[in-house]
């Protein structure tokens, strides 16, 4: 697991005017909260912390005010639905040693039986309970040779040593689902039919 370490500033301004003269100078605001302690309100270098985002539960090391380190993960993100920049960032305050639920992404790797069968990720993230500082970046499984209606249980999947779910371990993570190409073939035939007739 990567531990990027990001620089962050207390602010006192507050509300849509605040949040949009911070994000001008190329800052995004954000919340770090957690252990009982107050909300603390920072603001963060827009550029790296898009960079640190791009790995899911990545651990941040924060410098706050050059006075303070803290440990933190991310645990929601506002994304502007149109251009996708960072809008706003809430934290999650974390200590070394601690157990933490988080999700992490499910990766397919293979190919599936012949057939033109589709995989469908049920779960696109799987939710586990880690050691803050040991958080895997994403689990892979193998989908190689299924065939439709196989399907694939939390309780399947090989987690890290100290990762364990926090899921029903009888959740479907990911299924094969036969290919819908008998009615198109059929389609096919009766237009190529009516073409031959005229």
Sequence with gaps: MS????????RTEFGKGAA?????????????????????????????????????????????DGKSQELAIPKSVQRDPLKGFLEH??????????QVTVEIPVVAEGELAPGGNLLEHVLNALPVEAEATH???????SVEGLAAGASIHAKDIAL??????????D?????V???????SEGEEAAAGEESAEA
């Design 3 to 10: 531990e990027v370490k990001l620089t962050a500033e207390t």
């Design 20 to 64: 949009r003269r911070i994000r001008r100078d190329n800052k995004v605001p954000g919340v770090l909260y957690g252990h009982g302690s107050d909300p603390l309100h920072l603001t963060f270098p827009g550029h790296d912390l898009l960079l640190a985002l791009r790995t899911p539960n990545v651990l941040i090391s924060l410098d706050i």
């Design 89 to 98: 960032v809430d934290l999650q305050l974390v200590k070394r040693g601690e």
């Design 135 to 141: 958080i895997p970046e994403q689990v892979t499984v």
């Design 160 to 169: 890290p040593n100290g990762v364990t779910l926090a899921v029903d371990e």
């Design 171 to 175: 959740a479907v993570v990911l299924q």
């Design 177 to 183: 689902l036969a290919a819908q190409a008998e009615e």
